[in-house]
């Protein structure tokens, strides 16, 4: 019997955290409670290249929302102070607990999708060439993982593919940053091993499957 479908949109603020959408809609479509499949809508996920983007995006993805229309959405935490205040910033929403309209996936990385890709701390290290035991057990509560990770890069990595993943003068990532991580959420990442050392992820994952 063929399951009912849903095409989705989705949007993110850089490559991995598409790469990261994409695996989870592959874990809803497995877990999901109600049958239903999600399906990406073709050239979706879209990188927007930055919060900012995504941020301005609200009123019009809420409309379409409104509209029926399914829309996943995936931004990092950052600075503030937690998900909930990003939740009212973003959507205007001044109650103690906001609420995202109904028919809208919108998921916060704690502080940032960094934090999700290396919760899965086996896979990372083995696919990374570095020792699991570099890598934090406790990975919401890194303050800036982007920068955690790359500095475990940095001391830690002698590949070709880690110089390439390092900064140069002016730039915050390497050239090579974005593709690698890619390549390591599409072939290597499992968003349940990463669960179970990241909250904030575990929190995603329950909302996909009632979806």
Not at 52 to 64: D, F, H, R, T, W
Not at 82 to 109: N, Y
Not at 155 to 169: A, D, F, I, N, V
Request: glycine fraction near 4%.
């Amino acid at each position: 019997m063929k399951m009912p479908e849903r095409f989705c949109y989705a949007y993110a603020e850089d490559m991995p955290s598409c790469s990261v959408i994409r695996k989870l809609v592959e874990f809803q479509n497995i877990h999901s409670a109600s049958g239903t499949v999600l399906r990406l809508v073709a050239g979706f996920p879209e990188n927007k290249r930055g919060s900012g983007n995504l941020q301005k995006m609200i009123p019009a993805v809420s409309n379409m929302v409104k509209a029926g229309i399914a829309v996943v959405m995936l931004t990092d935490l950052d600075a503030v102070e937690c998900a909930p205040e990003l939740v009212r910033r973003w959507f205007s929403i001044r109650r103690a607990k906001p609420k995202v309209p109904d028919g809208f996936l919108f998921r916060i990385a704690v502080r940032e999708v960094e934090s999700w890709l290396i919760a899965d701390r086996d896979a990372l290290a083995s696919f990374l060439g570095i020792p699991k035991s570099n890598f934090s057990a406790d990975t919401d509560s890194l303050d800036n993982p982007k920068v955690y990770l790359l500095d475990i890069i940095r001391t830690k990595g002698k590949r070709k593919m880690h110089r390439e993943m390092l900064p140069g003068r002016n730039a915050q990532i390497g050239p090579e940053y974005n593709n690698v991580l890619s390549k390591f959420v599409l072939n290597c990442w499992n968003p349940e091993r990463a669960a179970d050392n990241s909250p904030s992820l575990r929190r995603a994952l329950e909302a996909l499957k009632r979806i």
